[in-house]
């Protein structure tokens, strides 16, 4: 099903993406008034590791020429699962007193969730029904 491998790669392309971007904002600043008010998420664990995941994801897809097997489509859904966790206990993390998510995260928790569905997606599409029985 090619429409579930081009939106498998471009969920891949955004969780690449989105640690780059502002994921948490803070209300503080310095004394001199310098610096910015976020932190992206490639400052974090968890956004390296969303990084990671997208390159995995899109290394999946070039190896396989986007044909995903069912163990494919399953990887694809484990890594979609693992990076909407991430986001998610990033978010829970600093979203509090003087801290706010930021637009980074809340792409990053799309693009998982993208991954998550359209990994099962290609698993359905990928299932065959069973023969009758004898």
């Not at 989105?18 to 910015?36: C, H, I, M, Q, T």
């Not at 990033?90 to 990053?108: D, E, I, M, N, Q």
């Not at 991954?115 to 997606?121: M, P, Q, R």
């Amino acid at each position: 099903m090619p429409g579930v491998a081009q939106l498998i790669g471009l969920a891949a392309l955004v969780t690449l993406g989105g640690p780059l971007a502002p994921w948490v904002e803070y209300d503080f600043r310095s004394p001199d008034n310098s610096g910015s008010d976020y932190v992206s998420g490639v400052e974090f664990n968890a956004g390296e590791l969303s990084l990671v995941i997208g390159a995995l994801v899109i290394a999946l897809l070039v190896v396989r020429r986007g044909r995903l097997t069912g163990a494919d489509a399953a990887a694809v859904s484990a890594f979609g699962l693992l990076a909407g966790a991430l986001a998610t206990v990033t978010a829970l993390k600093y979203h509090g007193t003087g801290y706010s998510v930021g637009w980074g995260l809340w792409l990053s928790g799309a693009a998982a969730l993208a991954l998550l569905i359209a990994g099962l997606a290609s698993a359905q599409a990928g299932s065959q029904p069973l023969p009758p029985p004898d």
